[in-house]
């Protein structure tokens, strides 16, 4: 439904779509979505100024922002900044745009049947710019599944203490990380690929994250060594 909708709305093939709000596991519909459809999904760092914001939406010539009520204000303030965007969908109710769960569940559910080969490019994840402009890394499809499955084939590759690592549908994964960056974006679809129960926290919070390891059971988690410490 998310590919027949932004199909609906021209995009295709290479069509940049931006999403600009904190974690939600709606951002992986959009995601798969898009990928579905060929499309590349750029998500924004929202805590960035006004002005990066700008850039980076404008440098991915995003046609189709998602956006979610952290972030409606300022991209209220800067809409007519922004020439290549023609739509713009909120990820919450009651705005002045159009609800994402209203537009998604309008769509067709049947096939899109568009050709993505594997060399297309899924996702673009911009750079923090600390040495310029912020910068579009755009990962393939087969980045995503290249660890799990050359893993998968070859159990010891990774030395005799890869079994750690195994991965099965009895996993329970929490997102915690944001997910405009790799941490929290590659973390998802790890889970997702492994048919793991994934818990999606909007964003890292100390007391959520040890309650939600609590209440869920959590298996598996990805973090870095500042939120570790910040543990």
Same mark, same amino acid.
């Given at each position: 439904?998310?590919?027949? /909708?932004? $199909?609906? *709305? &021209?995009?295709?093939?290479?069509?940049?779509?931006?999403? =600009?709000? !904190?974690?939600?596991?709606? #951002?992986?519909?959009?995601?798969? /979505?898009? $990928?579905? *459809? &060929?499309?590349?999904?750029?998500?924004?760092?929202?805590? =960035?100024? !006004?002005?990066?914001?700008? #850039?980076?939406?404008?440098?991915?010539?995003?046609?189709?922002?998602?956006?979610?009520?952290?972030?409606?204000?300022?991209?209220?303030?800067?809409?007519?900044?922004?020439?290549?965007?023609?739509?713009?969908?909120?990820?919450?109710?009651?705005?002045?745009?159009?609800?994402?769960?209203?537009?998604?569940?309008?769509?067709?559910?049947?096939?899109?049947?568009?050709?993505?080969?594997?060399?297309?490019?899924?996702?673009?994840?911009?750079?923090?710019?600390?040495?310029?402009?912020?910068?579009?890394?755009?990962?393939?499809?087969?980045?995503?599944?290249?660890?799990?499955?050359?893993?998968?084939?070859?159990?010891?590759?990774?030395?005799?203490?890869?079994?750690?690592?195994?991965?099965?549908?009895?996993?329970?994964?929490?997102?915690?990380?944001?997910?405009?960056?790799?941490?929290?974006?590659?973390?998802?679809?790890?889970?997702?690929?492994?048919?793991?129960?994934?818990?999606?926290?909007?964003?890292?919070?100390?007391?959520?994250?040890?309650?939600?390891?609590?209440?869920?059971?959590?298996?598996?988690?990805?973090?870095?060594?500042?939120?570790?410490?910040?543990?």
């Amino acid at each position: 439904q998310g590919a027949n /909708g932004l $199909a609906a *709305l &021209g995009l295709n093939h290479g069509s940049r779509v931006a999403y =600009l709000g !904190k974690n939600s596991d709606r #951002y992986f519909e959009i995601l798969y /979505g898009a $990928a579905r *459809l &060929g499309a590349v999904l750029a998500p924004v760092n929202w805590r =960035l100024a !006004k002005p990066e914001v700008v #850039y980076i939406t404008n440098d991915a010539e995003a046609e189709v922002v998602f956006v979610d009520d952290h972030c409606a204000p300022l991209l209220t303030r800067i809409e007519s900044q922004l020439p290549h965007v023609r739509k713009i969908i909120a990820m919450d109710p009651g705005g002045a745009w159009e609800s994402y769960a209203a537009w998604r569940d309008a769509q067709d559910d049947a096939d899109c049947r568009v050709a993505v080969s594997r060399d297309d490019v899924a996702i673009q994840l911009y750079t923090s710019g600390t040495t310029g402009r912020p910068k579009g890394v755009m990962l393939k499809h087969s980045s995503f599944s290249a660890f799990n499955e050359y893993a998968g084939e070859n159990p010891g590759a990774f030395g005799a203490d890869m079994d750690w690592n195994k991965w099965d549908s009895d996993d329970v994964s929490l997102v915690a990380m944001p997910v405009f960056h790799i941490s929290g974006t590659g973390w998802g679809i790890v889970g997702v690929y492994s048919g793991a129960f994934t818990v999606v926290l909007r964003e890292f919070d100390n007391a959520a994250v040890i309650e939600t390891v609590r209440r869920f059971r959590v298996s598996k988690t990805v973090l870095v060594p500042t939120t570790i410490q910040m543990m």
